[in-house]
């Protein structure tokens, strides 16, 4: 079963702009990923968001993390041709150290 | 570090032959983890091994299914038989203690005709 899921499903941008990608969860989670995929390729771990923290940056990245609404965010500032991927959150959830991944968000960005 | 090595990359098989497909995690990792990836029901995991034990086969989907990591730098995931709803993209990803972002191989396209 799916603990995550992004919104919107898919997002068409010009290169220049920001992204933004929004994750819902169900349950109390200790950690939140985010993974980018390449067509055809495998998952790619991007960044790490413990529960206990709110905000988190890596680069052009910038994730928020709200436990009370069991909701987390991703933005990508200024974004490239080669950001063009999909991209899911992942929960770690209660003792088993194991991930759920939600659907994911296709992003799109032109050239 | 070459990083999680999958093979092999694609596998077209008919309808009841037995398939291996094989991972080879990050040395030094203690977690590994077998996922499918599908259109509809995106990706599920479906057992997950920790210092080589299993521990959590619950997403294996039938006694067809059946994974073992004989030793910290080897596992396997074997349908037998196959089947064609057993069409997918397998991966296998790695960790230390599945505490930490997960290191994924490239996947097993697995086309079963």
């Known amino acids: 079963s799916q603990q995550g899921e992004e919104d919107p499903q898919a997002l068409s941008i010009q290169e220049g702009e920001n992204a933004t990608m929004n994750c819902s969860y169900k349950?109390?989670?200790?950690?939140l990923q985010w993974y980018r995929q390449n067509s055809g390729r495998g998952l790619v771990h991007l960044i790490l968001i413990r529960s206990n923290e709110r905000e988190k940056h890596s680069g052009r990245l910038r994730v928020t993390l709200d436990t009370s609404k069991k909701s987390s965010s991703l933005l990508i500032t200024a974004s490239r041709a080669a950001d063009t991927a999909s991209y899911f959150c992942?929960?770690?959830?209660?003792?088993?150290?194991?991930?759920?991944f939600g659907s994911g968000t296709q992003l799109t960005v032109l050239p | 570090d070459a990083g999680v090595i999958q093979s092999p990359r694609h596998e077209v098989t008919e309808m009841g032959q037995e398939v291996t497909l094989r991972c080879k995690p990050i040395?030094?990792?203690?977690?590994l983890f077998w996922y499918r990836q599908t259109m509809m029901r995106g990706l599920e995991l479906l057992i997950y091994?920790?210092?080589?034990?299993?521990?959590?086969d619950s997403g294996m989907p039938e006694d067809r299914f059946s994974a073992k990591m004989p030793n910290a730098s080897f596992s396997t995931l074997k349908i037998q038989p196959s089947e064609p709803r057993d069409s997918a993209v397998y991966f296998c990803?790695?960790?230390?203690?599945?505490?930490?972002?997960?290191?994924f191989g490239s996947g097993t396209r697995l086309t079963v005709v």
């Open positions: 349950t109390s989670i200790n950690n």
């Open positions: 091994f920790n210092n080589n034990v299993p521990i959590d």
């Open positions: 040395s030094g990792h203690n977690s």
């Open positions: 992942a929960t770690d959830a209660g003792s088993a150290r194991q991930l759920t």
């Open positions: 990803a790695s960790s230390t203690d599945g505490i930490y972002g997960y290191t």
